[in-house]
């Protein structure tokens, strides 16, 4: 008799539990500081946490409730308070937002009636609920919310709120600084992974020449060199608009370093800190990100470059979905879920690494590209073109690899991210490469 331990996972059990850990996580988030800090806008880069709170629960009613529960709108009322392209964030707080009590109530509500939905839902027959796509859509956005509102509780002042274990020390990694990516054609994006967003697909091949990449991404050690060298204020290293951003803002380190007489400190989540040598750099912006690269007689790898370093095996040719194979992220592959509230020393979990040797592709830091955001070969938006459609074009830079702030269910080798070259309130940081031959 077979262990049903041991049984597959099937659609509706991983959606089960992608939504169920998504909402243990909201709670999380929006339980740790008092009513006050709920309501309060802590910067007008973001949302009232109450805001994401009561969003994160009007999208589920929408998507899973009306359009595959087919039932009637419970409060129709307040569809276009939570419509993030009608209101934009700053304007948020002065909206007739939903107190906190309400929002937990009216989310509590609409994921009673998901749950009978879910039980009842056929996993196959219509694109949007083939193999629960719809589900783990909404699973994803919650913890993209979840995401978000870490960044909001990064960003509030006051006393710390959050707590979580550290990652393991880690020996200095003493490996090669770089690994070279062979040549030759792969296959980028997917047209098989069942949850992957619209803009993932559709599985297309792409030519990348030979060029190597960082080993580990660039480190808080490394980018203080890049600062003690004067980088913030040598022009040479940035772009015209780059260069126009830090000196309009005075920016001249990554944000929430402070130097105190000869140490630089950070806040993080309510506690002022030495910033760690070992860590990969946070908080960078890509026009930083692209100036510390040129400093250092490097670039930022393509899209392409990264993915490939993510998923290619050499010895077989095939695109895997994750650097060290296709098993989901487990905790000694990656620094993933909020397990810990900061990215994990260079170096760490060897057995998340590429078969080439690449480590900390996923997990610990969002890694800026080179790359604008841009639909691949075949693109056809789904299930709303809001998702991605709109976002296309110059204005946004790609991210890849996830952050530690990144639940796993949002997290995959084609999964693709994208903000504005000037953001750094985001869990960002980057790694670099060059080409064989240069």
Not at 60 to 68: C, G, K, S
Not at 359 to 385: M, N
Request: charged share 25%; glycine share 8%.
């Amino acid at each position: 008799m077979t262990d049903p331990a041991l049984a597959p996972e099937t659609p509706r059990d991983r959606a089960l539990r992608s939504l169920t850990a998504a909402r243990d996580r909201t709670t999380l988030l929006t339980t740790c500081v008092e009513d006050p800090d709920l309501t309060a806008q802590h910067s007008p880069l973001m949302s009232p946490l109450v805001w994401d709170l009561a969003h994160i629960g009007n999208q589920e009613e929408q998507w899973l409730l009306r359009r595959v529960g087919g039932q009637e709108a419970l409060r129709p009322e307040i569809d276009s308070l939570y419509d993030a392209f009608e209101h934009p964030r700053a304007e948020r707080p002065s909206l007739p937002l939903l107190p906190p009590d309400e929002a937990r109530r009216y989310t509590a509500e609409v994921r009673a009636r998901v749950l009978d939905v879910l039980e009842s839902t056929v996993f196959h027959g219509t694109r949007l609920t083939e193999a629960g796509f719809v589900f783990g859509m909404i699973a994803q956005h919650e913890q993209q919310h979840d995401e978000t509102m870490l960044i909001t509780h990064q960003l509030r002042k006051g006393p710390q709120a959050l707590t979580a274990p550290d990652p393991e020390p880690a020996p200095p990694f003493t490996g090669p600084s770089e690994v070279l990516v062979p040549g030759g054609p792969f296959t980028m994006g997917t047209s098989t992974e069942p949850w992957a967003l619209d803009n993932e697909r559709p599985a297309h091949v792409r030519e990348v020449p030979p060029f190597w990449i960082d080993t580990t991404p660039v480190t808080n050690g490394a980018y203080l060199a890049f600062i003690e060298d004067g980088g913030y204020s040598d022009p040479r290293w940035w772009t015209p608009d780059g260069w126009a951003h830090i000196r309009r803002h005075g920016i001249t380190a990554p944000l929430y370093w402070r130097r105190d007489g000869g140490q630089w400190l950070r806040r993080r989540f309510g506690v002022v800190e030495a910033v760690p040598p070992e860590e990969p750099v946070l908080h960078v912006c890509w026009y930083e990100a692209d100036a510390y690269a040129r400093w250092a007689g490097r670039r930022l790898p393509t899209e392409a470059e990264w993915e490939k370093a993510a998923r290619h095996d050499p010895a077989t040719g095939r695109s895997m979905r994750y650097p060290w194979g296709d098993d989901d992220p487990a905790p000694h592959h990656a620094n993933l879920g909020q397990r810990h509230l900061r990215p994990a020393p260079a170096g760490s979990y060897p057995a998340g690494a590429s078969p080439l040797g690449v480590r900390q592709l996923i997990g610990d830091v969002w890694e800026w590209t080179a790359s604008d955001f841009l639909p691949y070969p075949g693109f056809t938006a789904f299930p709303y073109k809001e998702y991605s459609e709109v976002f296309f074009g110059p204005e946004y830079k790609v991210l890849r690899g996830g952050s530690f702030a990144v639940d796993p269910v949002a997290c995959r080798g084609t999964f693709r991210n994208w903000d504005y070259p000037i953001r750094r309130q985001i869990f960002s940081g980057f790694r670099t490469a060059r080409s064989e031959d240069s």
